[in-house]
């Protein structure tokens, strides 16, 4: 009979289970990559299905069309840029441009402005830190990647800061961000080619109503009143003057094409994000390409494993593509295989940062 072994301290279990977990990390440094990949897809149209039960030709599933390989979490907007670079070579279009925050916290001049350079509209999400009021210019704030009148009530500004810290439920912050319309700095003419762009106050554009322009006031009680704080030194320049110019480098870090959290937003941001997400799983099946396991590319050194990672993700893109065809009704013969989907998704408006709305009983 074996003697009962002795007792074990907590904190050396502890400490060990914490040794395991540095030399786990360090084992990925060391010996991994990380796989920096372009995916694309239908920004405006979801893959919802025709009458008859088959999918819709006219949108066309989500697709690798590039691959970059560097050590984990080192350098991913070099790498992002390499690959849209390569892109813009073969004549691809820019439009909408999501990713993981790895991308968004970069340094501007690394990230944010050559993708917006290039023609790209980024849709960022945001760290719990990053949330609220982000930057400003000219007396308009920017607040979660879009530019608005420095009169927002608080309740707007911090929203998103509100429903993290439970103060206010999912349902009132979806209520406050299309409040928060009314007070944004409206787009006068299209940004020129150095990113300048002239914008107006929303007072000016119809919008809301302010004491410091007269013309705005009476316009109905629809409008939103705008109450100023008096400041010693006169209106900001974005309430003197009808228009501001805005350069790309106020709150180029943080600033995005859409609203952040408005039906917009979500539909091309988590559009865009799930489908990098499920082509990953797609491409990680360890029935098919299993591009995670190291055992499906048995040869060492970045150039060769990034070459058979392309062969990998070619060939994913290429089963994919075939069990596309296959679901689909063409020339009024019979689809080969049924199309997985067929459970109805949640509609984007439903999600809020915490989780999705309750649906109405």
Request: charged letters at 25%; aromatic letters at 8%.
């Amino acid at each position: 009979m074996r003697p009962t072994p002795p007792p074990t301290d907590k904190r050396t279990a502890k400490a060990s289970e914490g040794n395991k977990k540095k030399t786990s990390l360090k084992k990925k440094y060391l010996f991994g990559y990380d796989a920096h990949l372009i995916v694309t897809r239908d920004a405006e149209h979801d893959a919802v299905l025709l009458d008859d039960g088959t999918p819709n030709p006219d949108v066309l599933p989500a697709l690798v069309l590039g691959v970059s390989l560097d050590k984990p979490g080192h350098r991913p907007a070099y790498n992002g840029l390499k690959i849209l670079n390569r892109l813009r070579e073969r004549g691809y279009k820019p439009g909408y441009l999501a990713g993981d925050r790895a991308y968004n916290n970069s340094e501007p001049d690394e990230w944010q402005l050559p993708v917006r350079a290039m023609g790209y509209k980024p849709v960022y999400d945001y760290r719990a830190d990053q949330l609220g009021k982000q930057a400003g210019a000219h007396g308009a704030i920017l607040v979660e990647g879009r530019w608005y009148c420095p009169s927002m009530p608080e309740p707007l500004i911090n929203a998103t800061i509100d429903l993290h810290a439970e103060r206010i439920d999912r349902e009132t912050w979806v209520r406050l961000i299309a409040a928060r319309r009314s007070y944004r700095i409206m787009p006068k003419e299209n940004a020129d080619a150095d990113g300048y762009q002239r914008m107006t106050c929303p007072a000016a554009a119809g919008k809301v109503q302010c004491p410091i322009k007269p013309y705005s006031m009476g316009r109905g009680i629809h409008l939103p009143l705008i109450d100023p704080e008096p400041s010693p030194t006169g209106p900001l320049k974005v309430c003197r003057q009808r228009t501001i110019t805005i350069g790309p480098d106020a709150g180029a870090k943080q600033w995005q094409a859409l609203d952040y959290g408005s039906p917009e937003w979500q539909k091309v941001y988590f559009r865009l994000r799930n489908s990098v997400e499920g082509y990953n799983g797609y491409a990680k099946n360890p029935l098919a390409e299993g591009i995670e396991s190291a055992g499906s590319r048995r040869i060492r050194g970045i150039a060769a494993q990034t070459i058979l990672l392309a062969f990998q993700l070619a060939h994913s893109n290429r089963r994919k593509i075939k069990k596309w065809l296959d679901t689909l009704a063409l020339g009024g013969e019979r689809p080969r295989r049924r199309t997985h989907h067929r459970h109805p998704t949640r509609q984007p408006k439903s999600r809020t940062p915490t989780g999705h709305l309750t649906p109405a009983a």
